[in-house]
């Protein structure tokens, strides 16, 4: 079993190729386990869900094979994203807020071998964390994302560090920023050094810090050595989810071979089959992603095209 904590959204998605033109299931911790899912794992969502979207999304994961725990919820959450460029840039503004998850028991996750924080909006406490770790001797993995976001009073995204947020890092085993959280978390250009962001994030004490860097691919860091991973090139269609998909490539390969850098290059490979889609109804597999996996393995030779490596 492998478990996320994070709110289920209901999205409103548009880019430069598709409009979803209603609203679709999202959310960090949601991406990463229909990934999951959809390579054999057994896996469990708790989040908070409002009466508004309960029964789609209760239909919606019984299809994709997810159990779910829901903590109950005024409204369900969910944005509107705007893609403004073929870049991944987007405007990202607030549809719904869902409450915080409340009562996180040790029984939701006692047996898992992996638990996965991916909040959206800060429903995710610091001392939550805190107990999980606790109770918790299993790989444990962050994507931040929503732990540094808030919403101004035109329900525009913004982000910024949050007091605690350093301590709450030091409790994780992986600790998965893009190049947006790492300039928030350390005030580091990551298309300029990716690497010292990586230290500074490591010195807090992850065992693991993967600084993703979009098209130009990741930077993994494990205190003694980088391990650049290249991207899978294909056609962007969504950016939607790609650092979802991601922490669950990475999970998933790292479990099983304990090898970072086919750790990485799993996860660039199943980010891209994503992003090749919009919304939860796309196909993947482990063959799928072992088939492009091979490509990047192969390019042993490869730094990420970032102005200190120039």
């Not at 998605?13 to 609203?23: A, F, G, P, S």
């Not at 549809?95 to 429903?123: C, F, H």
């Not at 964390?129 to 299993?138: M, P, Y």
């Amino acid at each position: 079993m492998i478990t996320a904590f994070g709110n289920p959204v209901y999205d409103y998605i548009k880019t430069q190729k598709v409009d979803t033109k209603e609203r679709i299931l999202s959310g960090c911790s949601t991406n990463a386990l229909l990934a999951l899912s959809k390579m054999g794992e057994k896996t469990k969502l708790i989040g908070s869900v409002g009466p508004d979207y309960k029964d789609r999304f209760v239909k919606d994961l019984e299809k994709f094979g997810i159990e779910y725990i829901i903590t109950p919820s005024d409204e369900t959450g969910g944005f509107s994203l705007i893609y403004y460029d073929d870049f991944g840039n987007r405007t990202l503004d607030l549809l719904g807020r869902a409450n915080n998850i409340e009562n996180i028991e040790e029984s939701m996750y006692w047996d898992s071998k992996a638990v996965l924080v991916g909040p959206i909006l800060g429903e995710v406490s610091f001392d939550q964390i805190r107990e999980i770790r606790k109770n918790f001797d299993g790989l444990f993995f962050c994507d931040p994302q929503g732990l540094l976001r808030n919403a101004d009073k035109d329900d525009r995204i913004f982000h910024e560090p949050v007091e605690g947020i350093k301590e709450a890092l030091g409790q994780f085993d992986v600790v998965k920023p893009n190049e947006l959280e790492g300039k928030v978390l350390t005030g580091i250009d990551c298309r300029e050094n990716p690497y010292e962001a990586a230290k500074i994030i490591k010195s807090w004490g992850p065992r693991l810090v993967v600084v993703t860097l979009a098209e130009l691919g990741s930077v993994i860091y494990d205190g003694e050595n980088f391990i650049d991973i290249p991207p899978y090139e294909i056609d962007l269609v969504d950016a939607t989810g790609a650092g979802d998909t991601y922490m669950a490539g990475f999970t998933f390969e790292y479990l099983k071979s304990k090898d970072l850098r086919k750790a990485g290059c799993y996860a660039s490979c199943t980010s891209s089959i994503m992003i090749e889609n919009v919304g939860p109804d796309f196909e993947m597999s482990e063959a799928m992603i072992r088939q492009r996996q091979e490509k990047l393995l192969a390019m042993t030779d490869f730094k990420v095209k970032v102005a200190v490596n120039a």
